[in-house]
């Protein structure tokens, strides 16, 4: 089946810093590659995702990038700010894409 | 604003109840899904539902089951559940089931005496 490697499992940084995460997956048929915010007590929450066929993806200051050959795919943050802080989980479709596994997740924390 | 309606947020029960969690959604998504998440882990898959129908059981304990009574809504029915069963039960849909966005509902937190 599908693993998913999250490094690191904790990120603390400066307010204006940036942030990368990493996942590596296993399974090479998977093709979607969501990124969850997950704050305290609250709902993960999609804030970006990444299909095979697309090397990067933009949306303001976050962004990611897959790497099909490799088997990894990165959440870069620029310009962090203190409400950037949370619990960061990558996913990777599963099950013919029926499914996610998620990574351990990274807190990140920015301080000001 | 959440558009995954979870119910109940808070749940207490001992052993030997018998309660049920639902999700609502009216997105016109056609999957939805449970997951249990327990703190400073990552949601783990329970159940997938696609057209009404279950697709995914990931070898879950029958103390839960699962029902989708329409394309809406999604139940879990608890009996007999353990001490290590407490955990946030969260729901999810998305618009098909293959590689489409899952949102998540706030969850239920499940407490078991």
């Known amino acids: 089946g599908e693993n998913v490697e999250q490094h690191p499992s904790t990120l603390s940084v400066q307010e204006g810093d940036s942030a990368v995460i990493k996942c590596t997956y296993s399974?090479?048929?998977?093709?979607?590659f969501p990124w969850y915010k997950q704050e305290l007590g609250k709902r993960p929450q999609l804030i970006i995702d990444?299909?095979?066929?697309?090397g990067e993806k933009k949306d303001q200051r976050i962004a990611v990038t897959l790497n099909k050959t490799a088997k990894h795919f990165s959440l870069h943050i620029t310009e962090t700010q203190p409400e950037d802080s949370a619990v960061y989980f990558c996913?990777?479709?599963?099950?013919?894409?029926?499914?996610?596994?998620f990574g351990k997740g990274t807190t990140l924390s920015v301080s000001s | 604003d959440t558009e995954v309606t979870q119910t109940p947020k808070h749940l207490v029960m001992g052993m030997t109840n018998k309660k049920s969690l639902k999700c609502e959604q009216h997105?016109?998504?056609?999957?939805m899904y449970w997951y249990k998440q327990k703190a400073k882990k990552p949601p783990e898959l329970m159940f997938v539902?696609?057209?009404?129908?279950?697709?995914i059981n990931e070898s879950v304990p029958s103390r839960f089951s699962p029902e989708c009574p329409n394309s809406s809504l999604l139940n879990l029915h608890l009996h007999a559940l353990q001490p290590e069963d407490s955990a946030l039960y969260l729901c999810?849909?998305?618009?098909?089931?293959?590689?489409?966005?899952?949102?998540f509902g706030d969850g239920t937190r499940l407490s078991i005496l």
């Open positions: 996913a990777a479709s599963w099950q013919a894409g029926t499914a996610l596994i």
């Open positions: 990444i299909r095979s066929n697309v």
């Open positions: 539902y696609s057209y009404e129908k279950l697709s």
């Open positions: 399974d090479s048929a998977s093709n979607y």
């Open positions: 997105m016109g998504h056609r999957a």
């Open positions: 999810a849909s998305s618009q098909q089931e293959s590689n489409q966005p899952q949102h």
